[in-house]
């Protein structure tokens, strides 16, 4: 029985693929190695440390207090009435997320080369298990900021959590595709332009400083608005905080921005991704 | 009978070189030119040179035309370079070719090397389900073939205990049996069972031909041995320099390969070749058969002693590693395992390392030979193994006048792995 007709053939591996053939049901097949990977990532991340997922806490707090006392008392910028070491935390530990999603995802090609050059699965199951990794992080940083929270609101602070925590799944939502987005085009261009690699840290760290982590939105002068709010996290972090402390800017038009952008990236990300996947191999 | 796997003048190019702003270049070239729907100025320049002269690309599969049929065990072999693993890597999606395409009916697992994404830190049943996983077995299918994969692998007692503190023989068989578990349409296996243990070997052999004898599965299989070609395959395809040389029965595969045909099988330089043959401690650079003036060679009168070479670079080995040659029977025996270099501390630097093989020693065969490099001293390791990387055809020349041959006179072949010159004493006792 023979025939030319593609529909008797299982696969068919042609140089190119076109570019909306995504392959996402196979990707839903292997749903279960996702699970595997953030299991594994989890299990094994802090195994030769000594203080281990003590760690998740530590980066945090100390970075708070870093900022308290830089920003805080030093340069004394206004956290929105908002009890100083309460503003940072919440701001770092939104951060936080997104800017481990976006690193960690910007090298998924060259860090797993070993494996991708020796069996085929879904190469998008590893980006995303680094978002459900990291979001394993994020659920106890968060935790930890409801302590202080709730430390800071009984001993009299003035912190109103209000109904806008509602919105908390299409924040992280938001990082997430974000982090994913951004990280898997860096990803895809640094196996043939490796300099982007140095940037990817250095780029993410320039970057918290135009998002209001160690500012409010609301201290920003008009003329330099427009930049800050052209970043796609602004109006996450603004928004993360007056859900829980009741104080920054939220607007429906900024979130909706975020939307959009996190879409457009996502999209180019993926499009970009699974292109590069199939030749990635001989260029790392 | 029914194909499984079609190869349609599939075709696949390297690209050469470091990647710097040249890269950049080229590739804004080629996304203009393909804007204009003009052809690719690249793919233009590769046609137009002879790509293994030309040091910037290489054709690494020419325009290959393959049918596979259901249930076929089917040997492919070759030199180093040419072309097997590159079509093994494109069958499993590894890479993609570079023109031309593969229609496949069935579902494909490929064994390129045991044991990948397991990790130290977890333990062996944790590890079963990653690389099971990996390797495209669902949940259910994993649970349901856990105790028989614990079982193929004899590693029941060790199973929760990380598998950085496994044997490195423990670590291949468990390795080996996930995957030998798998359960594919197509299977695809690239000469990871040239380690273990000679029994584990022995079985891992058995599992491959019972997948495809009983189960029906089709497997593709890469090896330098062509000892375990013969025994596994009836079917075989030989490459050079990324097109199909030879295809077909398998006896006659392999005597091809064995015979002329094949370019330079008696000199390797590894300067010149895409692929850096090596580790952190030390590079293969060449290695070649000279006669005993100093002139390559790939045949030797049968009289006459031969020297194998290979030169390496050392750069920070931790002690000093020993040159290897392995001497292979066209059977795929060993016939013989040589080792030199000395105990002691390692200094960088390039050696040339010489092994003289006697005259008289080896019979008229075509023997083929690894050069290896491996570090016996404190630590077992090997820095480099290539396997059938030169081959020497032993010339009998058969010419009864001649006195010094260990023919005595007899004709046609004889038989025997070796055939030396040994003394003899012979006496009228009555």
């Not at chain 2, 199909?244 to 390797?268: C, F, K, W």
Request: net charge neutral; glycine share 8%; proline share 4%.
């Amino acid at each position: 029985m023979k025939s030319n007709t593609d529909s008797n053939w299982d696969y068919i591996i042609r140089p190119q693929r076109q570019w909306f053939d995504l392959r996402l049901g196979e990707l839903w097949r292997a749903r279960n190695l996702i699970m595997l990977f953030v299991w594994r990532d989890f299990v094994t991340y802090y195994k030769q440390t000594i203080l281990g997922p003590l760690w998740y806490l530590i980066q945090p707090l100390l970075t708070s207090l870093t900022f308290t006392v830089v920003f805080g008392n030093f340069a004394k910028l206004s956290t929105d009435g908002l009890p100083q070491f309460l503003f940072y935390l919440a701001g770092t530990v939104v951060w936080g997320y997104f800017s481990a999603c976006l690193t960690k995802t910007s090298n998924v090609f060259t860090a797993h080369a070993n494996i991708f050059g020796k069996v085929y699965f879904p190469r998008l199951t590893v980006p995303i298990s680094i978002l459900f990794s990291n979001l394993i992080t994020l659920l106890i940083q968060f935790l930890l900021f409801l302590t202080f929270m709730i430390y800071f609101s009984s001993s009299g602070a003035d912190v109103n959590p209000n109904a806008t925590i509602l919105l908390l799944p299409i924040l992280l939502i938001l990082m997430a595709g974000l982090g994913l987005g951004f990280g898997i085009i860096i990803s895809a261009l640094t196996t043939r332009y490796r300099d982007l690699q140095f940037l990817v840290t250095f780029g993410a760290q320039l970057w918290m400083y135009i998002t209001p982590v160690v500012y409010p939105l609301s201290s920003v002068p008009e003329t330099y608005r427009w930049l800050v709010l052209a970043n796609p996290m602004t109006s996450i972090v603004e928004t993360f905080r007056f859900a829980f402390l009741g104080a920054g800017i939220v607007e429906t038009t900024h979130l909706l921005y975020s939307l959009v952008c996190m879409i457009v990236v996502m999209l180019i990300g993926v499009l970009i991704f699974n292109r590069v996947e199939r030749t990635f191999m001989d260029t790392v | 009978m029914s194909s499984v796997i079609v190869f349609d003048r599939v075709s696949k190019c390297y690209r050469l070189g470091s990647i710097g702003n040249q890269t950049l270049y080229q590739d804004l070239n080629r996304w203009w030119a393909k804007f204009r729907h003009k052809p690719d100025p690249l793919l233009k320049i590769m046609d137009a040179r002879d790509s293994r002269d030309g040091d910037q690309f290489i054709w690494a599969l020419r325009n290959i035309n393959l049918e596979i049929q259901h249930g076929e065990v089917v040997g492919i072999i070759g030199r180093n370079g040419a072309g097997k693993s590159t079509l093994l890597k494109i069958l499993s999606q590894i890479t993609a070719p570079t023109t031309g395409e593969i229609k496949i009916k069935g579902r494909i697992a490929s064994l390129l090397e045991v044991g990948t994404g397991f990790h130290p830190e977890l333990t062996g049943r944790e590890n079963i389900y990653l690389n099971g996983a990996l390797l495209g077995m669902s949940k259910e299918e994993i649970q349901s073939k856990f105790d028989e994969i614990v079982d193929f692998s004899d590693v029941e007692q060790f199973i929760d205990t990380p598998v950085k503190r496994y044997s490195s023989g423990m670590y291949v068989r468990l390795a080996f049996a996930v995957a030998a578990h798998i359960e594919p349409d197509i299977l695809l296996v690239d000469e990871v069972l040239a380690v273990g243990d000679a029994q584990f070997q022995k079985k891992c052999l058995g599992k491959i031909s019972d997948v495809s004898q009983k189960e029906g599965r089709t497997v593709l299989f890469v090896s330098h041995n062509m000892g375990m070609i013969t025994s596994l395959c009836k079917k075989a395809v030989l490459l050079d320099n990324g097109r199909i040389l030879s295809e077909g029965n398998v006896t006659d595969v392999v005597a091809r390969y064995y015979n002329a045909g094949i370019s330079s099988p008696y000199a390797v330089d590894f300067r010149r070749q895409r692929k850096k043959v090596g580790d952190q401690y030390a590079t293969l650079l060449e290695v070649h058969i000279e006669d005993m003036a100093g002139n390559h060679i790939g045949e030797v009168d049968i009289r006459d002693p031969f020297k194998l070479k290979m030169t390496y670079e050392l750069h920070g080995a931790p002690v000093a590693p020993r040159p290897n040659f392995y001497v292979i029977s066209p059977q795929g025996q060993y016939v013989f395992v040589t080792g030199g270099g000395e105990k002691g501390k390692a200094i960088n630097g390039t050696y040339e390392a010489t092994c003289i093989v006697p005259g008289n020693l080896l019979n008229n065969e075509t023997y083929s030979i690894d050069a290896a490099l491996l570090y016996t001293d404190g630590i077992f390791h090997y820095s480099f193994h290539e396997r059938g990387v030169v081959m020497i055809t032993v010339i009998d020349p058969i010419d009864e006048t001649i006195e010094d041959t260990t023919r005595y006179g007899m004709s046609g072949p004889l038989p025997g792995v070796i055939r030396p010159k040994l003394s003899w004493e012979l006496r009228k006792i009555a």
